[in-house]
């Protein structure tokens, strides 16, 4: 993990077209501001996490879907 310290008000660049800004401080939380891509994709971790783990989900069920209507076919297969 790469740490930096910054001010208020100072930036840091990832890659050409990202920028974070160091808005402000308040307690012991830091407010930041981002410019990036509108195809960049911007969430909290703790959101992100739970797209994951919907997806995730969403997945195992289509899974389980597709082996319940393979199973289906075969049992409806006549030779």
């Not at 077209?17 to 509108?38: H, S, T, V, Y």
Request: negative net charge; hydrophobic residues 40%; aromatic residues 4%.
């Amino acid at each position: 993990m790469l740490v930096l310290k910054r001010r208020v008000g100072e930036t840091v660049m990832i890659g050409d077209n990202i920028q974070i800004q160091i808005l402000g401080i308040e307690g012991d939380q830091i407010k930041l501001g981002f410019i990036a891509p509108k195809e960049i994709q911007i969430l909290r971790q703790e959101l992100y996490q739970g797209i994951v783990e919907e997806n995730k989900s969403a997945k195992e069920q289509s899974g389980q879907l597709q082996q319940e209507e393979l199973l289906d076919l075969l049992k409806n297969f006549k030779v």
